[in-house]
């Protein structure tokens, strides 16, 4: 049996931009029946609500009374991704503009908004069986979680994957200038003092660039098989 003090499961789905996560978190979290929880999506709509309020992003103190002050909801979608509103106001699609993909780092990088949304995700974790995705929910969020996933891609691949996704959704993006975004985001990411992006040393690490999407769900799968054996 998995090795579990409470009662739910939950899984963790970490990695950079562009690895696959939100695909297969998503794919993984229907076929287990999970909720799916998506902790980037919460950094960038309060980059968003930031933005539109004209809070200065480097004023920690004003992102702080922000993110406690509003009401972040997540709605599971049976064929999509889940929505995201802030305030009951539906950030779904702005969230995934370019201007707050090139500002959510900023925000990220402070520890007490961290700090506030990460209380916000292990409240959603603790009463649901959980895939959650994201940068620290291995390290941070969700510690004991009952199998950790660290996915990859080289920058190549991620980058050809997030042009595709953005530029279907109608946006006008040159692999040059998707690969440039990922690789700013990355070195953000990996190099900040709050909880930076690195594997849990229990991850099990699963570099995506030549595998399908089905592919990895069916390794997952597996490997919370052989946990469940254990
Ligand atoms: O997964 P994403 O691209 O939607 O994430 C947006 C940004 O938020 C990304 O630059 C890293 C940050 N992030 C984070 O720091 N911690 C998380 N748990 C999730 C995302």
Do not use: W
């Not at 996915?151 to 690969?179: D, F, I, P, Q, Y």
């Amino acid at each position: 049996m998995i090795k579990k003090e409470e009662l739910v499961i939950q899984i963790t789905i970490d990695g950079p931009a562009g690895a696959g996560k939100s695909t297969i978190a998503k794919k993984l979290a229907d076929k287990l029946r999970f909720l799916y929880i998506d902790t980037g999506a919460m950094y960038r709509a309060i980059t968003y609500t930031a933005l539109q309020q004209g809070i200065p992003l480097d004023d920690e103190a004003a992102l702080v009374k922000l993110t406690t002050s509003v009401n972040l909801d997540m709605v599971q979608q049976k064929e999509a991704k889940p929505k995201i509103y802030c305030n009951d106001l539906d950030l779904t699609l702005a969230i995934r503009e370019p201007l707050v993909s090139r500002h959510v780092s900023q925000v990220a990088a402070h520890g007490l908004v961290r700090q506030e949304l990460v209380k916000l995700q292990r409240k959603l974790a603790q009463k649901n069986n959980v895939v959650m995705d994201g940068r620290d929910a291995g390290t941070v969020v969700l510690p004991n979680a009952d199998c950790k996933i660290f996915l990859t891609a080289s920058l190549k691949e991620r980058a050809r994957r997030r042009c595709l996704e953005l530029n279907a959704g109608g946006h006008r993006h040159t692999l040059e200038m998707v690969k440039a975004d990922l690789a700013r985001r990355d070195t953000y990411d990996q190099n900040r003092k709050a909880s930076p992006l690195i594997p849990a040393t229990d991850a099990v690490i699963i570099d995506t660039t030549f595998l399908t999407p089905a592919e990895v769900v069916q390794k997952i799968l597996d490997l919370i098989k052989e946990k469940e054996s254990d």
